[in-house]
């Protein structure tokens, strides 16, 4: 029977809880708990996926405990083997460090730093000795590990498993030893990895610590769980409107799901919107406009929120184009009538504004890209000073010009004549 003032805590946004009881138990004891939950800084930035279980965090903190956040600097050189279909590339220290800088930055968006410790695995992993290693590796089978699920599927289809991959879980597990861990966190799909660290406690003689597993969340495609490698994911530190947007992107199937995994809104009014559209009393897009809201603000604030709001209104709902866009020069060349020749690819590869040209080229392939609101279908383009690039729903781009490959001279003699006619 779980009490009435855990109710929320344990069972909003929650997949399952190894075990409850216990976990109910040491809840009641009044201790402060030590609440793990690790990172490995595979890729730069959190996105929503994390904030899934750095809100439960938050939620526990608010009740008086404590939370220890792993920088796994060493399982990040494996990369965590759960869901994967292929053995991962290793990455380099100076990568991890660089990644793990931005994470660091951001934890703090959604848990409480006083009430947090940052530890690094390479704490206790820097001094290993190999008598160390073996001693772990005895604690598991072969046939433990391959019971795993993924593993299993790729035994059987006959793709490679490193023998690095199945240290991952040792290593995780150990994390939950060295800080005498009493709950671990994290999605369902860490449910193995957990299990390892309550399995090896309890060899080492200590209490085995309790598994609170946090439902995936699904990215923007609908489809797959968020993730920055499929580009199906909302970071916490993008601009405002760019959240705003891609919030209103997301499948209407999402909409309850990203309410009650990543906003505070009550559950009774949550219950309301579930109500309403099963009756088809509610436009879907009102509820996304206000799951938008919530989660800018959350991360950027009010007046953001209210800013992204009335950005989307008049660009995506009036179809006007915002005010205020950001500039950027493009190499250019003069060819009369005020304007200029020029080619786009450069300058957005390199300000970030596409991902690349091979990006660019799928973009103008899906009439995505717009100038001065009319669809091209190729990089090279005729331009004014002031022109307006749309790529996409949600980016605007206003031209500048720096002209080359003509002498100023005869650009000067040109627009004179011009003016004169």
Sequence with gaps: MIDHKFKTLLKRGVAEIITE??????????????????????????HLGHVVGLRKLRQFQELGHKVTLIVGDWTARIGDPSGQSATRPMLSPSEIENNARTYMEQFFKVVDKDKTELRWQSEWFSRFTLDEVIKLTSKFTVAQFLAREDFAKRYSSGNPISLTEMLYPLLQGYDSVAIRADVEFGGTDQKFNCLVGRELQQSMGLPPQQVFLVPLLVGTDGKQKMSKSLRN?????????????????????????????VTDVPDEEIAEFKEQLRAHSVNPMNLKKRLAYEIVRQFHGKQAADEAEQHFTLVFQKKETPEEISEYTFAAKYIGDGLFQLDIAPTLAKEGLVKSTSELKRLLAQNAIELDGTTINSNIVKARRGSILRIGKRRFVKIAIKETNIEQSSVNRHRETEKGR
């Design 233 to 261: 994911h909302i970071g916490i530190t993008e601009l405002p409107q760019e959240i705003y947007g891609k919030v209103m992107s997301i499948p209407d199937s999402l909409i309850l799901d990203y309410f009650e995994l």
């Design 21 to 46: 009881v216990e976990l109910l138990n040491l809840l009641n004891s009044g201790r402060i708990l030590n609440l793990k939950q690790g990172f490995d800084p595979s890729a730069p930035d959190i």
